[in-house]
């Protein structure tokens, strides 16, 4: 890493650093982070369109906290499989994964189908099964009605 | 583990087969003998819309076995209509039954009661989603004919953009590796793309058409389905095609020996009635079949073998 990025995305010494995000897909990321409520008043940094070997451009995300809840990971891996999370403590990676969407995503998107039982039993919660990783294809397990992740609006 | 039937997508070609032996062998068993098969069992016939022929199928169903049924025809009869949420209903009715049918106007519905149900779920019927006990019965009346599936050459005409008769037997004919289909629609009511993309493992060849005409020489079996008016944005489209989709005694004259044809029923006017006196007619049977196969399935779930 150069010194000129260290200087554009300050160094942490703990939290969490969402990276090798597409360019493009950190503002979605953001958008998810900001709906997280153990989140709200925690100090995030958020870069765009830095040169990456592997991406082309990336965007990057650091955030002061020591964890991410596991729904606002799984939201994440929703909108932008692929990402990696890494772990900070004492500005040393500590841990670092690459998240993808689950095999099952429970409650975490509303089916788009007006017709689905899920869209009219209240409390009951969505179902979806990732049917095509290759191409974000999800299959809702009420109404078996397949989608694509990208159209589906995530539950907050 | 209880045995539920809500989608064709759960089941495999031996689950099928399965079915599909059980009633052959309900109908060597005598009237007499039948009705000692589920007595003191109870079967909840839960009609949240109504759908006289598939509820009165269940019903004799289980009237035959020797079985009880208790339930409603549709919803405004019932504690529904006052307010009552969809598990309350289910739980309510839980402790009088030992099986629940479900027909429901929402997609899923059977899935969800058969999540939070102890009892076995059969699906009669969710919306535009499935209607497997309807897909059995073709199948059973299918092998009945022919004493086989694998190889048959099946025509499918009308709507088959919505019909999810049509959408259900198709998946299930691939399973027992029938690979040609010919699909004869008007172009607005063409079966949807995904259905022909199904991963099969071999190769399977869709011939379309518009000419019901085509379909007489080619097919062992022409499956009908109602052309509804509401499908047409445009009534002077509906008008045009409408007469098209409509198979009388004299198309038939250049019929194979062996052809059938099917309809899920009720039909309205896809099928003269000079074709009831054809020997391909086949609906009537294939609705008789139904009261077979849904005995079968009933079996199938209290775990009675004959
Ligand atoms: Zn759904």
Redesign the interface.
């Known amino acids: 890493m150069s010194d000129k990025k260290i200087q554009m995305i300050p160094k942490i010494r703990s939290g969490i650093v969402i990276d090798h995000i597409p360019a493009g897909d950190g503002v979605h990321i953001l958008e998810i982070l900001e709906r997280d409520p153990a989140l709200k008043n925690v100090p995030i940094t958020f870069g765009m369109n830095y040169q990456s070997n592997k991406l082309g451009a990336k965007d990057m995300l650091k955030i002061q906290k020591d964890d991410l809840c596991e729904r606002t990971i799984q939201h994440i891996s929703l909108v932008s499989p692929g990402v990696t999370i890494k772990r900070i403590r004492d500005f040393e990676v500590v841990e670092k994964v690459s998240v993808q969407p689950p095999h099952e995503m429970v409650n975490l998107l509303r089916c788009l189908?007006p017709?689905?039982?899920?869209q009219?039993?209240?409390g009951?919660k969505t179902r979806f099964i990732l049917t095509d990783p290759k191409k974000n294809l999800v299959t809702?397990?009420?109404?078996?009605?397949?989608f694509s992740i990208h159209e589906l609006s995530p539950i907050v | 583990m209880k045995r539920d039937l809500i989608s064709m997508h759960d089941l495999t070609a031996e689950d099928i087969q399965l079915y599909l032996d059980t009633a052959a062998r309900v109908e060597t068993v005598s009237l007499k003998d039948r009705f000692q098969l589920l007595q003191g069992k109870i079967m909840a016939s839960l009609f949240f819309e109504a759908s006289t022929r598939t509820r009165l199928s269940f019903e004799a169903a289980m009237y035959r076995l020797g079985g009880n049924v208790i339930g409603f025809a549709e919803q405004a009869a019932t504690s529904v209509s006052k307010g009552e949420s969809f598990s309350d209903t289910i739980h309510t009715v839980e402790s009088y039954s030992d099986v629940i049918v479900i027909r429901h106007p929402k997609e899923g519905t059977s899935r969800h009661a058969s999540q939070i149900s102890y009892l076995p779920v059969i699906n009669a019927g969710d919306g535009t989603n499935q209607h497997p006990t309807q897909t059995l019965l073709d199948l059973y009346t299918i092998i009945k004919n022919f004493q086989k599936i694998e190889g048959l050459r099946i025509a499918f005409v009308g709507d088959l953009k919505y019909s999810r008769t049509v959408h259900s037997l198709l998946q299930a004919l691939m399973k027992f590796r029938v690979n040609e289909f010919m699909l004869v629609s008007p172009d607005s009511l063409r079966l949807p793309e995904y259905l022909k993309r199904v991963e099969t493992g071999f190769p399977v060849t869709f011939v379309e058409t518009k000419d019901l005409e085509d379909a007489i020489p080619y097919a062992d079996i022409i499956y009908m389905t109602r052309i509804q008016r509401e499908r047409f944005p445009d009534q002077i489209e509906y008008e045009k095609v409408k007469d098209a989709f409509c198979l009388n005694a004299g198309m038939l004259k250049k019929a194979p020996e062996q052809l059938k044809v099917l309809h899920p029923l009720p039909r309205v006017n896809e099928i003269a009635p000079d074709v009831d006196d054809t020997p391909h007619a086949e609906y009537f049977r294939q609705a008789k079949n139904g009261l077979i196969m849904r005995q079968a399935i009933l079996l199938n779930v209290f775990e009675v073998t004959i």
């Open positions: 189908n017709g689905c039982i899920t009219n039993e209240p009951l809702c397990v009420y109404c078996e009605r397949e």
